[in-house]
């Protein structure tokens, strides 16, 4: 009886030991329950399946159909440490997403659908190392959407449709060392764009749309080493233009530059690398003694003409022990000679006439044989020039009087700056809808006229800057739904355009700055209530209401700096209670009195001086 009994337990805890083994693991799913991983890639799942087990480690959800990551998306499973959601569709991460995982330092959203970067995105995620938001199409990037990344080493947004990165846009990345921005749009870097990355040693900001060194914003970034700009469209490189400290590699490859001044880089004495290939420079200075380590120097692919005008530049590599790679690109008989070979002796000038008739059988033997116009050419009007591949379109400094028509409709990029346009009227761009970014800087504008912008609905980014504009029509951007950062600084208005802004209720940032504006009058927000960040540097202001700022609920950055004020704005400022960023410096405030900033918020940064 005894061993009857003995043999029905064995049986029973038998039975009982897959019970107590057995995980949960989703239907469609792959789990290892050794290695605590989950691998759900290509399920067209159209959810974070909610029976993961608590205790999953790695989770693979790659091509599926997640359009949306809601609030608490991954509650349940708070030990990820690695977290793969490539291909998913994913057009919004909802704030608060990944809050729960705190144990998180793999996350990679590449190949997806987000086009705005929210303020607590990634809000939860205070262990993550590596985030990675590649092709996606990011357009925006929210103050304060990485601000809880504290430990973030590794940050890459390449392949998306950043035009623009405004103050601040990476503030709370205290461990961040690599930022990846190649392959967006950019044209523009405010000058903090980068503040608060003391960690940052490299920096890739290669195939974008930069036409100018960013000199202010780069000494921002004390700790880099590296940088790469390759593939933005620079003609020239001015004086003192790379002023960075700890700098030992800078790639300005594949670029327009047709001059640099010999002293572009002498303020960055720690420089081993500048690689300047693939350009258009045909003659070089030697560089000035203020990077006594350079030590590399690429020149190839650009025409450098191998005669006398060589000869210093190949004197001083020879002095201070430089090598220099690329060939000289005439004339005839040292054509495709190496660089490292040709000794001083050898670069010699013929007579003016002799040289030019090389330089003209040079260029002619060079040209490219005339190739048939593609049938699927882009849509341009003249005297302009567009890109089908990125979808830019350009009529920068052609002297047009009345915006050209028939661009195609494309387009995301439109540059019409220094143009003559004096007066915009309704409906001047039709059947470019796509347009995220307009520059009509330097365009002599005095007018815009209601509806100028009409049909314009993915227009995120507004350059009116460097005009005679001194008032705006209250329908002077309607049709702008998306309209998020305007551009007003250096024109001629006298007053705050109050009024203009009640159709484009999305707006985050408005620049005013080196106006004339005297004073803020009562309700200055009216229809601007989202706005969070107002530049007014520069002006004449001298007065500032009480009620100016009645609706600025949302507003966290404002200068005022250099302008009129003799005392604190101090019941004005009390109505902007989210106030973070307050500039007053360059005002002739002579005393700061009790309780000046007694703002129901909490000022973290600001800037007062005489």
């Known amino acids: 009886m005894s061993s009857l009994l003995l043999h029905t337990l064995c ?24 290695q605590l991983t989950v691998t759900c890639v290509n399920k067209n799942l159209t959810q974070v399946p909610p029976t993961v087990d608590e205790i999953t480690v790695k989770l693979d959800l790659r091509g599926n159909d997640i359009q949306e990551l ?33 144990r998180l330092v793999f996350l990679n959203l590449a190949n997806n659908n987000i086009d705005i970067l929210y303020q607590e ?81 490299r920096l890739s900001l290669d195939h974008n749309e930069l036409q100018f060194f960013p000199t202010e914003t780069m000494t921002r970034l004390p700790e880099v080493t590296r940088l790469d700009l390759g593939y933005n469209p620079m003609t020239y490189l001015g004086e003192d233009a790379v002023s960075m400290a700890k700098l030992t590699h800078l790639f300005m490859d594949h670029m327009s530059l047709q001059d640099l001044a010999n002293t572009a880089v002498s303020k960055s004495p720690n420089l081993v690398q500048l690689d300047i290939s693939h350009n258009q420079l045909r003659v070089i200075q030697p560089f000035s003694e203020g990077s006594p380590k350079l030590a590399r120097l690429n020149l190839a692919g650009n025409p450098i003409y191998c005669n006398c005008y060589l000869r210093p530049l190949k004197e001083w590599a020879i002095r201070n022990k430089v090598k220099l790679m690329g060939t000289c690109g005439g004339p005839a008989h040292l054509s495709g000679e190496n660089l ?68 195609s409709p494309n387009t995301r990029l439109l540059d019409l700056r220094g143009n003559n346009f004096h007066y915009i ?107 969070r960040a107002l530049y007014l540097t520069g002006n004449a202001i001298g007065n500032v209401s009480p009620r100016a700022l009645d609706q600025a609920n949302d507003l966290d950055t404002l200068h005022l700096g250099g302008n009129k004020l003799k005392e604190i704005p101090t019941e ?39």
């Open 11 to 34: 049986i029973l805890l038998l039975l009982c030991i897959p019970t107590v083994n057995t995980a949960k693991c989703p239907q469609q799913c792959v789990c290892d329950q050794i």
């Open 70 to 102: 809601p609030t608490g998306a991954f509650k349940h499973t708070p030990y990820l440490t690695h977290l793969s959601l490539q291909r998913c569709n994913i057009r919004r991460v909802k704030e608060g997403a990944f809050r729960g995982l705190g």
């Open 121 to 201: 995105s990634f809000d939860g995620l205070s262990s993550l190392k590596q985030l990675m938001i590649d092709r996606n199409r990011v357009e925006e990037i929210q103050p304060g959407a990485f601000s809880q990344l504290g430990f973030l080493n590794l940050l890459s947004i390449t392949h998306n449709q950043l035009v623009y990165i405004p103050n601040m846009a990476f503030q709370g990345l205290q461990n961040i060392k690599w930022l990846r921005l190649s392959h967006n749009s950019l044209n523009y870097l405010d000058i903090e764009a980068f503040a608060g990355l003391f960690t940052l040693t």
């Open 340 to 407: 490292e070979a040709v000794y001083p002796p050898e670069l010699r000038c013929q007579s003016q006439e002799a040289m030019l008739k090389a330089e003209f059988e040079e260029a002619t033997r060079n040209a490219p044989p005339p190739t048939e116009e593609p049938e699927n050419k882009v849509k341009c009007p003249a005297n302009c020039v567009c890109e089908g591949e990125t979808h830019h379109s350009s009529c920068e400094n052609r002297g047009h009087t009345k915006v050209p028509r028939g661009f």
């Open 425 to 531: 009227p309704s409906n001047s761009f039709p059947g470019v809808a796509q347009v995220v970014s307009l520059h009509l800087q330097r365009c002599k504008i005095v007018e815009v006229e209601g509806g100028a912008f009409s049909g314009m609905k993915g227009l995120i980014y507004l350059y009116l800057s460097e005009n005679d504009l001194t008032s705006l029509s209250p329908d002077a951007f309607k049709g702008l739904p998306q309209l998020t950062y305007l551009h007003l600084e250096k024109n001629r208005f006298t007053s705050f355009p109050k009024g203009a802004f009640k159709l484009v209720p999305g707006l985050l940032a408005l620049h005013l700055e080196n106006n004339a504006i005297t004073k803020l009058e009562p309700g200055i927000m009216s229809g601007a209530e989202s706005l």
């Open 572 to 610: 004005a400022l009390s109505k902007a209670g989210n106030l973070r960023d307050l500039r007053l410096s360059g005002n002739s405030i002579r005393w700061v009195g009790p309780e000046c900033f007694s703002t129901p918020g909490e000022v973290t940064e600001g800037a007062l001086s005489g």
